[in-house]
């Protein structure tokens, strides 16, 4: 027999396999992109000119700029449809349109290709190269990093984090644009999950003595 804990914790088991499948039908999608977030300092395949012309000039400044109005930025359930998703170079440049994951991967490739020194930056919002001479932004800028590649090693620290924006941030990318189809299974799931969880338990009974 079954008691009601027993319920609630296979509820909370079938809620949260639920929810992880509907997000990523293929699971290894989510290994493949955290370890490609951190496998820098790494590096990426060199983007031949043909494959992606670079501008005329080849200043940092000058070679982000155009990247960045090359790259239309777009959700990854836009682009791949997941949540959350960190491409390969080769997938990056095939798609050639995502968010800050896809951006970085192509101008890090253009970097590597033109011996251009730069370091990574993961804040819990974003990702982004920084180079000698580059601006700070209110969304790129030291403060906000949580992780920091040199090239050797990954430095960690405590980052500035605006709360209100990274949640506003998080809905938009996961919800906002999660695909209708994909509301509508996640939220049955759910659903089924809350009704298992009320699900009425036997009373264990003990044999008297």
């Known amino acids: 027999m079954v008691d ?4 609630r914790r296979w509820a909370l088991a079938f809620a949260l396999l639920w929810v992880f499948l509907v997000l990523y039908p293929r699971p290894t999608a989510l290994g493949e992109s955290v370890f490609r977030l951190f496998q820098f300092p790494g590096n990426p395949p060199a983007v031949e000119s043909s494959a992606f012309p670079l501008p005329e000039a080849l ?3 000058s070679v982000e700029q155009h990247i960045l109005l090359s790259v239309p ?6 682009v791949y449809n997941l949540p959350w998703y960190f491409p390969s170079a080769e997938e990056a440049l095939q798609q ?7 951006r970085l991967v192509i101008l890090a490739a253009v970097f590597e290709q033109l011996a251009i020194p730069y370091e990574v930056y993961i804040s819990p919002t974003h990702i982004w ?3 000698e001479g580059k601006e700070d932004t209110r969304i790129e800028n030291i403060e906000a990093a949580m992780f920091i590649s040199d090239g050797d090693e990954i430095h960690m620290k405590m980052p500035t984090v605006d709360w209100r924006d990274g949640f506003n941030a998080f ?5 906002v644009y999660m695909p209708l189809d994909r509301k509508v299974y996640l939220l049955s799931g759910l659903g089924f999950s809350f009704l298992l969880s009320l699900t009425p ?4 009974r003990f044999p008297s003595h």
């Open 201 to 204: 338990g036997r009373t264990r």
């Open 96 to 102: 050639r349109g995502g968010d800050c994951k896809t």
């Open 73 to 78: 930025y777009q959700y990854d359930w836009q």
């Open 4 to 7: 009601s804990f027993g319920f």
């Open 171 to 175: 809905w938009e990318a996961f919800w």
């Open 129 to 131: 190269i920084n180079y």
């Open 59 to 61: 200043d940092p400044p």
